[in-house]
């Protein structure tokens, strides 16, 4: 190890590449005669903060630094909040690339760490993806402080926990852990960490998304088992039932886990609304995802088999069935839903209007009038796509739309057996699928719990929720204040 002054900030100038790289900045001061060098990273660090910090200790006489030199410094010299020493030359480099300055002095050992960094951030926005009629317009941003001060501005609690990991050989992705100390269980915080730690790789090129695959393992299933939200008000409530959050620099999204099925059919939406009206909606909602997993695949069985429908359904089926055969019509409906999703991500904004009516009104109409579909196709692609975005998750919303794929071409090649085989394909890929920690992906049907099922039936006014989801195994299950014993 490298120990004097000299060797030491020239290591790290070749580690850093200070003269290749002219972002990375060394400056050079005298402290009465005592020689000091700092490193930082120009675009990080804030200008008027180091000015301010370096004529601070270009003033400084010999006898008020020495001897306890980084003692005096830190205490008497450096009036700056965020202020620590470090002696490793790794920890010194890693703090460097995240924004800190460094500074070096002359026969001492240690560097002082100031961490004046600044990044270039956003402002707290709505998530375009869980907007809602009324409730906070705040969002997470991509800097990592920004978004544990947005949850502790809902919980200020003085058990919320954020620890701070980084994963990453190449990239050090600083990873924040939140958690209640005083509700979650220890087991499931320790599991977390001890995946977290055991990932090895140059960089979270995905980030919040890489870390979910290094997390859950590699699995094919399409079926989500971890939670993303751009709310802080969801993060919170999450928090607060004992589910802990990943929060990944450079990302607007963070993870909670662990999560069941139903996770993903709820919205803050609901909690905005009265609970009659919240109730509503939620069961309007159940109904479009199913609409959507099964319509088509059901009115294509109906249609194939008009001898079991009764008279009042009659009506069921085309006259004509079109140019195409009914499966094909579907699956390339499919396909063009897929493609006008995909169109409108790449679209820009002022555009996107214009895509959305050519695609759905003008190619829809040209298609049934060459012969191409028929409307009840149309008619019923429409509504399962509706349903798909009906779907408060967008991952739960693929993944129903990969399922009702295979339904669809089910039915269509082996008729009402085929519909029962995709039937059982889902649902036995929901009862093997476990989310993190083992818990069970259809709790609380399996295994039953009736409060909790309840629950998530009805939209409940908020005092009658009490008690905390038994699957997450809480230290305090009940959600209510304690009484105070004076009175």
């Known amino acids: ?54 004529s601070f200790l270009q003033k400084s006489k010999r006898e008020e630094i020495v001897p306890n030199t980084i003692t005096k410094l830190i ?29 070096f002095i002359d026969g001492v050992e240690e560097a002082i760490i100031v961490d004046t960094r600044t990044y270039p951030a956003r402002g707290p926005e709505e998530p375009d993806l869980e907007k809602v009629t009324r409730g906070s317009r705040d969002g997470f941003v991509e800097t990592i402080v920004f978004n544990t001060a947005l949850i502790r501005r809902r919980v200020r609690d003085p058990n919320l926990r954020f620890e701070l990991l980084n994963v990453g050989k190449r990239s050090q992705t600083d990873i924040a852990i939140g958690y209640m100390e005083d509700i979650t269980n220890e087991d499931l915080i320790k599991s977390l960490k001890d995946k977290l ?111 079991i429908l009764p008279e009042a359904l009659s009506f069921i ?15 390339i409906l499919e396909i063009g839903l897929d493609l006008l999703r995909i169109a409108s991500i790449h679209t820009p904004n002022a555009l996107t209007t214009s895509l959305g009516i050519i695609g759905a009104l003008l190619l829809s109409e040209f298609a049934v009038k060459v012969g191409w579909f028929i409307p009840e196709t149309v008619l019923y692609g429409a509504i399962a796509g509706i349903g798909m975005f009906a779907t408060p998750s967008i991952e739960f919303a693929m993944a129903i739309r990969i399922f009702r794929l295979i339904l669809v071409v089910f039915t269509g090649l082996l008729d009402i057996y085929g519909f029962i085989a995709g039937l059982l394909i ?20 399996i295994p039953f719990n009736k409060k909790a099922l309840t629950t998530i039936l009805m939209r409940k006014p908020i005092p009658e929720v009490r008690l905390r989801p038994e699957i997450l195994k809480v230290k305090d299950k009940d959600s209510s204040p304690p009484k105070d014993k004076n009175n």
């Open 1 to 54: 190890m490298k120990t004097s002054f000299g060797e030491r900030v020239k290591d790290l100038e070749e580690k850093l590449g200070v003269n290749k790289s002219f972002d990375i900045i060394k400056r050079e001061i005298n402290i009465d005669g005592k020689k000091l060098v700092a490193f930082f990273i120009d675009g990080f660090v804030k200008d008027d903060m180091m000015f301010w910090i370096l």
């Open 75 to 103: 205490t008497t010299k450096i009036p700056y909040v965020e202020c620590d020493s470090e002696k490793d030359l790794q920890k010194i480099e890693y703090f460097i690339l995240s924004g800190a300055a460094a500074l």
């Open 197 to 307: 730690k055991k990932i090895e790789t140059d960089s979270l090129v995905m980030a919040e998304k890489s870390l979910e695959e290094y997390i859950l393992g590699r699995n094919w299933n399409p079926l989500p088992q971890a939670k993303f939200t751009e709310r802080p008000d969801v993060a919170a409530a999450h928090l607060l039932e004992g589910h802990v959050i990943i929060i990944v620099d450079t990302t607007p999204s963070v993870m909670i886990l662990p999560v069941t099925m139903f996770h993903f059919t709820q919205h803050a939406e609901d909690y905005y609304q009265n609970p009659a009206i919240g109730t509503y909606i939620r069961w309007i909602r159940f109904l479009a995802m199913i609409l959507s997993y099964m319509l088509p695949a059901l009115w294509l069985l109906l249609v194939n088999n008009k001898t």
């Open 317 to 331: 089926g085309p006259k004509k069935t079109g140019t195409i055969p009914l499966l094909i019509q579907f699956i």
């Open 426 to 445: 889902f649902i036995v890929t929901i009862l093997r699928t476990k989310s993190f920690g083992g818990i069970n992906y259809l709790w609380p049907l």
